[in-house]
């Protein structure tokens, strides 16, 4: 009985550890919530292959991301419309070698690369968990969008700092997860985050000035380019920096993935809480703070409940 014991402290209902208590208390929601999410993630499922199929949905943004590295950079659409590309010239100057390929094949490799890193993303949990959860976020897969590489580093980014300058060289404001260090005092590792963010910029400025001038250009014209207003933006923000303050005095990375979520610049559709697919490897990972600096170490799901195992005569 201590065996399982110690498992349930880390694993209930194949959750990540972060939720023990929650599920203990309330197996009766934690029921109902596989119950829901198996139809839902089905529907969403169908509506992307169906707008994958009948419309032109599939690639919609990773298109702009190729046509965008064609050639010379030019911020010359506004935000919203079709092939507009948003990001910093950062972005599309180390996409440059892969949009030399064809269209269809550069398509394909980024479908590939964003299935591969949800599955990553997802791995903490059992199948019934990350199978539902996978179809959830196939409407970013087809429009090819960020989101989870944008998860990726969030997950990253809470060992390695550096990577944060992933997400406010695209995103801006879902950089927001770099505030945790300044939040937790680790200076140090702040130093790294801000460092990392600084030698990237310095970098890719010195291959083109022309095309960040005119990123900086861009934002500034369309800073109300967000589909709220922009004192419902802010707000949004605010309330990004509280969860990421809450999460760091409480030692709870996962409100890092909501806090992103509420930070994007568009926060329209379900596609941007796809960043939400970080929460099962931050629930499992260590504190920043912790002397090691490594993720918990992994534990076995709990394959029962105790009247499960009683009830097979299975010592736990």
């Not at 009985?1 to 009766?28: E, N």
């Not at 993303?121 to 944008?150: D, H, T």
């Not at 499992?284 to 009830?311: I, N, Q, Y």
Request: with cysteine; aromatic share 10%.
């Amino acid at each position: 009985m201590g065996k399982l014991s110690r498992t349930r402290a880390h694993v209930i209902d194949g959750l990540p550890r972060s939720w023990p208590d929650f599920a203990s208390k309330y197996p009766l929601f934690m029921k109902l919530a596989l119950v829901l999410i198996w139809p839902l993630g089905l529907l969403l499922a169908y509506m992307s292959l169906k707008a994958a199929v009948l419309t032109d949905a599939l690639g919609q943004d990773a298109h702009a991301y190729w046509l965008a590295a064609q050639g010379e950079l030019v911020y010359g659409r506004a935000p919203g419309e079709r092939d507009a590309y948003l990001y910093s010239p950062a972005f599309v100057t180390v996409l440059r070698p892969v949009a030399l390929l064809p269209w269809h094949l550069f398509l394909a490799l980024w479908i590939c690369l964003e299935a591969a890193v949800l599955c990553w993303l997802l791995k903490p949990l059992q199948r019934r968990w990350s199978v539902p959860a996978f179809m959830l976020c196939l409407p970013e897969i087809v429009v090819g969008n960020i989101y989870i590489l944008l998860a990726a580093a969030a997950v990253v980014g809470l060992h390695k700092p550096a990577m944060w300058a992933f997400p406010i060289l695209t995103k801006v404001t879902a950089g927001v997860g770099l505030l945790w260090f300044a939040v937790r005092g680790e200076w140090r590792l702040l130093g790294q985050g801000v460092g990392g963010f600084a030698l990237a910029v310095l970098v890719f400025y010195a291959l083109d000035p022309a095309a960040w001038q005119a990123w900086l250009q861009f934002l500034v014209d369309h800073r109300d380019g967000t589909p709220d207003t922009r004192v419902s933006f802010l707000l949004r923000c605010l309330l990004a920096v509280v969860l990421v303050l809450v999460g760091a005095r409480k030692q709870w990375p996962l409100l890092l993935a909501p806090a992103m979520v509420l930070a994007s610049p568009v926060l329209v559709g379900l596609i941007p809480l796809t960043l939400l697919a970080a929460v099962p490897r931050l629930t499992g990972m260590a504190s920043p703070g912790a002397k090691d600096g490594l993720p918990a170490p992994k534990t076995p799901a709990v394959r029962g409940t105790p009247t499960e195992f009683a009830a097979s005569g299975e010592r736990p």
